[in-house]
């Protein structure tokens, strides 16, 4: 049996070598594509449920209007900050932290203005009385809390995925297939503080 000469124990030692990076390459470049993917799928669903919020407005600011006196100016805020949400659209392929947090002013700023909304309406009770208001609160609540539901899943998602990306060696890939860094939802500014409270009349 003839031996194998030390050049070709080298030459098979280094295909097998590049072999082996080759398969580890794509399979990291796979997994990458499928988080990345799952970022996307997230956003998808961060999206339809703020859509939700959005499509329930109009028949509650219909609602709202039907009430005798109703303060125009808190409908008008309503309006206009659903128009501002609805403008800002963010792309699932360019979720920089920039972009996520002007998308997320903007849905803030039609949070805070449908909160006023369901303040005044306290002052209503004939309207809070009825049928058509309080299907469409309850609908309202139920869409807040599949947002915020929805925002940790995100995040979550985000996370597996940046952390994937950047750990070494995945991050050779990452850097090679342009995959890049995705931003997440933050906590309003001010909300890790306790609200303060005050009993004096």
Known sequence: MKKLSTGWIVLIAVAAI???GVVWGVSTNNRMITAEEGVSSAWAQV???????MD???????????????????????????????SVQVNADDLTEANIAAFQRAQDGLSSALSRLMVTVERYPELKATQNFRDLQAQLEGTENRIAVERNKFNEVVKAYNTMIRKFPNSIIASMGGFEKKGYFKAAEGADKAPEVNFEF
């Open 18 to 20: 590049v072999f082996i």
């Open 56 to 86: 329930l407005i109009p028949n509650l600011v219909s609602t709202v209007k039907g009430a005798a006196d109703f303060e125009k100016g808190t409908l008008e805020a309503v309006i206009d900050a659903r128009s501002k949400a609805t």
């Open 47 to 53: 999206e339809n449920v703020y859509q939700r919020r």
